[in-house]
């Protein structure tokens, strides 16, 4: 059984694919999995690799090498054809379908592009059971589902770092130390609504983290110009690009890893929070009552006061941490990996 693993999102860092796939061929790597190639930019965990090209999105003969071709996400345009291999397609979320700001042109080539790779699958993959439901609800956008299997399989992150005191300390940075915090880490954009923390600010006597992928796009440029109405600048502070390092220091000295967002397929953040034995604050949309379980604080709604209301209760009840760890556990990348294994050898 020869198959193919498409990571051409790996293009792209720091995004939420390529720490999929980085995740995936780990896990794959440490099971000995035998005749596995990947597709895309670079090697990786040493793997054989079929390079990527652009011109693939006319016409791309690779999968003709392979039984078992595994498309990582829903909107992948470089394998329009399809030959006699078994295909599993990903589909991490429908965030297009949601999103008010999503313009039509937008959402209909969005839409186009999930019907093709559908169409073209063997099995569907979904990485929650929110993600799962959203798409079977959908079967009139999306016809090719009909009759697939479409199964769940949560995303997975190392969920034991090493995380020594002296290295926390060491990479915190310098303005931060002493002080107390919460975190949010995720794209600035309105879906992941960072507003609803901003705005909670003069409520809250702590200080607001963001870590982004750009500090400069249009939605961060908002909050910046809410937090100098609000006059709570002084206690804003905004990263991106940062190291692995410099992340789990800001999580682990975090009051709180807080989520408010308004649609999630997934949501790394809160689980590398959960793994420091840091709490998180998440609303309830999407599928994060999933992957918070009952070792997260949850927002009755998104509003600054639920925000700044859901913060000070932390500072009152010592929250579990054994209890938050735990619930970390249910998503190891070798678990995520040990599932798609089984999947590719049952087709």
Known sequence: MSVLIDTERKRYTPSGLQFFCDNLLRGLSELAPGDISIYGPREAYGFPLEK?????KLYNSIPKRYDI???????????PQKFKEQRVLTVHDLNYLHVSQTDPRTREKFIKQV??????ADVIVCISEF???DLLSREELFPGLSGKPVYVIYNGLDTHPTLTEEAIDR??????KGKDFVLNIGVASPKKNQQAIIEAMPLMDSD????VNDPENAYARFLKRRADDMDVADRLHIYARISEEVKYALIS????MVYPSLIEGFGYPPVEAMVCGTPVILSR???LSEIGGDAAVYLKDTTPREVDKAVRSLKIHTPDRGKIKAQAEKFSYRTMAANYFDLYHSL
Do not use: C, W
């Open 115 to 120: 019907a093709r790779n559908i169409e073209m």
């Open 253 to 256: 000295r975090s009051i709180a």
């Open 69 to 79: 071709v595994h498309i990582t996400h829903q909107n992948q345009s470089y394998f």
């Open 208 to 211: 607001v983290v963001l870590v």
């Open 52 to 56: 990527f090209s652009p011109l693939h």
């Open 285 to 287: 949309n999407g599928s």
């Open 131 to 133: 993600t799962k439901d």
């Open 171 to 176: 990479n915190l940075p310098e303005k931060l």
